[in-house]
C-alpha cells in the first residue's frame, strides 16, 4: 500500500539517516503522532541548541516564551499561491513569541506569528543575538489607541537580525501601528532583505530612543509607512509611501522613495512612480514586489545590485521557504514482513 505523509515528517527521516541532531517533531493534527502538539510544549520539553520542526495545520500551535537557545523552524506561508512548494499546504502558524532572558541564539524562521488583540505584539524581544528569519509576521488590535506591534524590542539589545520576512501591523487609529519597534537602542542589528507592509499613516520602523551606541543597517527593504530612526545607515530600500523622519546621524544612499523623503544625493532617487517599480504594486502578498521589466530599481543599489527585498545575492524567498530540502511529494511503498520500504522523495532545494 501507498502512505503520503508530510513534509518534515520526511526532513525527519532524512535527518536522522544523515545525522545525530536532535530535533522534535510539533504536530496537532487529528490521527498524527509527533513528539509535542504545541509550541510552549515543544519549549519546554527541548535542550537548548536543539531543533524543533512544526509542521502545518489548520489550527495555531499557541504562543511561546523562548528561555533557551533553539532553532525553529516552520513550513513558510502562502502556500497555496505557488506550485510545488510543499504537499501539505497548511502554513505553521503560532499567536506570539517572546525572547527574555537566556533565549539568545535563538533562530526562527518559516512561521506564520498572527497576534490579534486590543493591544500587543506578535514577537517581543528582549535578548540579544536573535534572528528571525522567513516569517509572517502580522499583529492587529481592535481597541482605539493601544499599540498594535509586529516586533517590539523593548531593551537595549544587540546582535538582532530581521532577515527575509513578510512584516505588516494594523490598528484601528493611526500611528498606533508598528512594524517593527524599538523602545531602546539597538546595537549590530540588521534590518534587510523585508518586506514591510503598514498604512501611510502607521510606523514601519520607529525608534523610541537616541543614543550615540544605536548601530541599525537598515537595507534593500521593501517599505510601506513610516520610519523614524537615529544613527542608522540607510540604502538599497524602497519606501513606496510614508514619511522619514531622519534622526541624528543617520546615512542614506541608494533608496528609492516615491516622494521627497530621501534627500536628493548619493544615489538616492526621489518622486519615483512605483507602478514602474514592481511586477504588481496594488495587492498585498510577497511575488509581486518584484521588480518589474525596466524598473528604476534595477541595479541601482550600492555597488549596482537591485534595490528592495528581492535584491543581492541573498533576497527575499517567496513564501517563506526554510533553506532546507522541500519536500512537496512523498510515497513510501510498504510491504508486508521485513522488506526493505522503497521511498520516492519529490524535492525543492532552496537556499
Known amino acids: 500500500m501507498k502512505q503520503k505523509i508530510t513534509f518534515l515528517t520526511a526532513i525527519i527521516i532524512i535527518i536522522a539517516m544523515t545525522g545525530n541532531a536532535t530535533v522534535w517533531r510539533v504536530n496537532n493534527r487529528a490521527n498524527v503522532s509527533a513528539d509535542f502538539t504545541t ?3 515543544a519549549i519546554n520539553g527541548a535542550s537548548a541548541n536543539d531543533t524543533i520542526y512544526i509542521e502545518g495545520s489548520p489550527v495555531s500551535y ?3 516564551n523562548f528561555s533557551k537557545p533553539l532553532t525553529v523552524i516552520g513550513t513558510g506561508y502562502w502556500l497555496n499561491e505557488h506550485d510545488s512548494l510543499q504537499a501539505y499546504q497548511e502554513t505553521s502558524k503560532v499567536t506570539g513569541l517572546s525572547f527574555s532572558s537566556n533565549s539568545q541564539g535563538c533562530v526562527v524562521e518559516g512561521l506564520y506569528i498572527s497576534f490579534v488583540s486590543y493591544y500587543g505584539s506578535a514577537i517581543s524581544i528582549t535578548a ?9 509576521i502580522s499583529a492587529s488590535n481592535w481597541y482605539a489607541n493601544y499599540y498594535a506591534k509586529a516586533i517590539d524590542i523593548s531593551s537595549t539589545v544587540s ?5 527575509q520576512n513578510w512584516i505588516e501591523a494594523n490598528a484601528v487609529s493611526d500611528n498606533y501601528a508598528m512594524g517593527i519597534s524599538f523602545n531602546q537602542y539597538p546595537v ?35 517599505i510601506r509607512g513610516k520610519i523614524r530612526t537615529f544613527h542608522s545607515s540607510q540604502y538599497n530600500n524602497i519606501l513606496v509611501y510614508g514619511t522619514y523622519t531622519a534622526g541624528t546621524d543617520d546615512l542614506n544612499s541608494n533608496n528609492i522613495c516615491n516622494a521627497t523623503q530621501y534627500p536628493n544625493e548619493n544615489g538616492n532617487q526621489q ?11 496594488t495587492l498585498a502578498i510577497d511575488y509581486f514586489n518584484m521588480l518589474k521589466t525596466g524598473s528604476p530599481a534595477i541595479g541601482a543599489g550600492v555597488l549596482g545590485v537591485d534595490c528592495g ?13 526554510p533553506p532546507i530540502p522541500a519536500i512537496f511529494d512523498l510515497e513510501m511503498n510498504q510491504t508486508i514482513g521485513t522488506a526493505t520500504i522503497p521511498v520516492t522523495i519529490k524535492a525543492m532545494s532552496h537556499k
Do not use: K
Request: charged share 15%; with cysteine.
Open 39 to 41: 509550541l510552549s510544549q
Open 128 to 136: 540579544n543575538n536573535i534572528t528571525l528569519r522567513r516569517n509572517h
Open 309 to 321: 527585498a528581492y535584491g543581492t545575492n541573498d533576497p527575499y524567498i517567496t513564501s517563506g521557504m
Open 271 to 281: 518622486n519615483v512612480d512605483m507602478s514602474t517599480v514592481f511586477v504588481n504594486d
Open 188 to 222: 549590530n542589528s540588521i534590518i534587510r532583505n523585508n518586506i514591510i507592509q503598514c498604512d501611510t499613516n502607521d510606523w514601519a520602523i520607529y525608534m523610541n530612543v537616541e543614543n550615540e551606541a544605536s548601530s541599525l543597517i537598515v537595507t534593500n527593504n521593501v
Open 159 to 163: 546582535s538582532v537580525t530581521i532577515e
Open 62 to 64: 499557541g504562543g511561546g
